[in-house]
Structures are given as C-alpha cells and as structure tokens.
C-alpha cells in the first residue's frame, strides 16, 4: 500500500508544477477570453496563452487574411464594382452601391480601418469571381501557413457554420502579414476618409491601443454576439515584436492589458481605453448635409450610424 501512495505523491511532484502555470496565467488573472496567445514574433516563443489551439469563430480577425490576399494579388488601383448582394452585407460596412467604381486600397483600408463587411465582400468577389471560391483561397493560405485549424467560408467573419480559427493560427496569420509593408501601413492607420462621387466620410479606426498605448503597431478587432470580442495585434518592446490574438473575450480590453502586462510595465488605463474609444463615422459631404433636412432621410442616417441588431454587428 505504501509503495502505491509513494508513486502517487510521486506523479503528483512532476504534473503539478506543469498544470499550476496554466491555471495562473488564465482564471486567477480575471482574464474572461475562452482562448489567447502571446508570442515573440521572429521565434514563435509562446510567453502566455490559454486553450490556444481551440477552434473558434474569429468574427472580423477574418479580415486579416482578406486583406493580405489582396495585398498580394492586387496593386491596389484595380476598380471594383460591385454586385448586388453588397446592399445585404450586414454592418460594419461603407454602404458601398452596385456598379459604381471603387478603388481596391480604399476597400482595402475600408476592411481593416472600418472594418467593412461589404469591403470585404466586395473584393473577395473581384479577386476569386464569387465570395465563396475566395473563402477556399483563404483557406489554402491558411495551410501554407501552417494554420491547420482555420477554415473560412466568407470573406468578412459574418456569423456562418464551419469558419473557426485559433488564437494560435491568426498569430500565424498575423506574423505573415507584417513582413507586407502595405499591410503594416493599413494596420497604423488611425483614420480613413472615404470619399466617392456623393459623400466624404471620416473613419476611425477599431482598435483603441492604437490611440493610447505606444508600442502598439497595429491589429484587428472583431465582434459578433457568436463569437464575443475578437482581436489579434502586435506590440513592440526593446526591438523585438511581440503578437497577441485572442479569441471569445467578454472584456476585449480589460483582457488585453491584462496579458500585456506578461511583458510590459506600463499599460493603458481604464480611462485612457475610454478616451481612445471609436467614435462613429463622420459625414461632411454636402449631399449628406442635405438629406438631414427631410424626415425621411434622418432615419436613413440614423440607420447607418446608430445602433444596429447586435445579431449581425460585425466589427
């Protein structure tokens, strides 16, 4: 009997200290994300991370590998018009019209600054002929990546059975698309101005470290009431990159400080996370001026800068 509960305190010695580290770094820490990952970028060196592996709905991380798609197949100058499924893209969108003409980085920039759906769409449809063989092009990038647990099926994150990613995979992702100059460009940008033949609107960009946190690079956000708060980024610290991508957070930036803080000293504040909080998107085109003087179009204004069916909001 005593030899038994010998090797039984023995296994425990070993196994313990290997399942304590986990434990810490996830529920004592108040961190609410169902999965995450911190890794140096140029080592793939795990710092943190919990369930990194697990499959789950990326909501508009998705964008992330929308737009290195068409960063490495388009100039950039290409004019895209789209069809007419665009007007039922859900928000976040550019409210982008059928057959008019749109230039390929503005949609670009609209993706990943506004987090477009329609953008989204829109490109994928022009790069592959329709959203779904684009969605396998995606999918097979994955693949060369080595993200064996990402599969999309559209090109925005929308809600839609069978896409899934990991915090693990859209590190991957990430890591790949920031040795595409253009791309690290995009994810800097703070503000976009959206201008076509009718209106000029003034974007802001989603992520809020952007504006309060100074090793921040870049990173996209992304959310749907199925996949909670989304986000993968990178930071920079004492000349190396660091990545971090997390997956079904319910506290997107309370949960991203909180694994900062693995590796850095100082981090934003509640209040300052506040302050660099989207605003919406901003009209000054005379054309929009106007339609606000009619009833009518109020509510059209509204509609598409108010609040919105969370069903569907994908940001």
């Known amino acids: 009997m005593r030899p038994a509960l010998n090797l039984i305190l023995f296994l425990v010695l070993i196994f313990v200290p290997h399942v304590l580290p986990a434990v810490e770094n996830g529920a004592n820490h108040g961190i609410t994300a169902a999965s995450y990952i911190l890794v140096e970028k140029d080592t793939f ?5 919990k369930d990194y592996h697990r499959r789950l709905p990326p909501a508009s991380t998705t964008k992330v590998m929308t737009t290195l798609i068409a960063l490495e197949r388009l100039s950039g100058e290409e004019i895209v018009i789209p069809d007419n499924n665009v ?3 859900p928000r976040s969108k550019m409210n982008l019209v059928p057959g008019k003409k749109y230039r390929s980085f503005d949609l670009m920039t609209g993706a990943m600054v506004e987090s477009a759906n329609d953008a989204a769409y829109a490109l994928g449809s022009y790069i ?11 999918t097979e990038r994955a693949r060369d990546l080595g993200a064996t647990d990402t599969n999309f099926v559209n090109a925005s994150g929308l809600p839609c059975d069978n ?5 693990y995979d859209l590190a991957l992702i990430f890591r790949q698309a920031l040795t595409n100059e253009r791309f690290v460009d995009l994810v800097q940008t703070r503000y976009f101005t959206f201008e076509d033949n009718t209106r000029k609107i003034r974007y802001k960009n989603h992520n809020r470290l952007l504006f309060c946190f100074e090793p921040a690079i870049g990173g996209k956000t992304g959310y749907t009431r199925a996949a909670r708060h989304c986000y993968v980024g ?26 900062l803080k693995t590796i850095y000293d ?15 998107a901003s009209y000054s085109s005379a054309t929009v001026v106007q339609k606000k003087k009619s009833s009518s ?13 969370k069903k569907y909001v994908n940001r």
């Open 163 to 167: 896409q899934y990613s990991s915090p």
């Open 297 to 309: 179009s109020k509510k059209v204004v509204k509609r598409r800068t108010g609040k919105t069916n």
């Open 45 to 49: 060196r795990i710092i943190t991370g």
């Open 234 to 259: 990178a930071f920079e610290k004492n000349g190396k990159v660091y990545i971090l991508a997390m997956l079904g957070s319910r506290s997107l930036w309370k949960d991203s400080v909180q694994i």
């Open 87 to 89: 007007t039922t893209i």
């Open 128 to 138: 592959a002929g329709s959203e779904t063989a684009f969605a396998r092009i995606m």
């Open 266 to 280: 100082d981090v934003p504040t509640d209040e300052q996370l506040r302050l660099a909080k989207a605003s919406r």
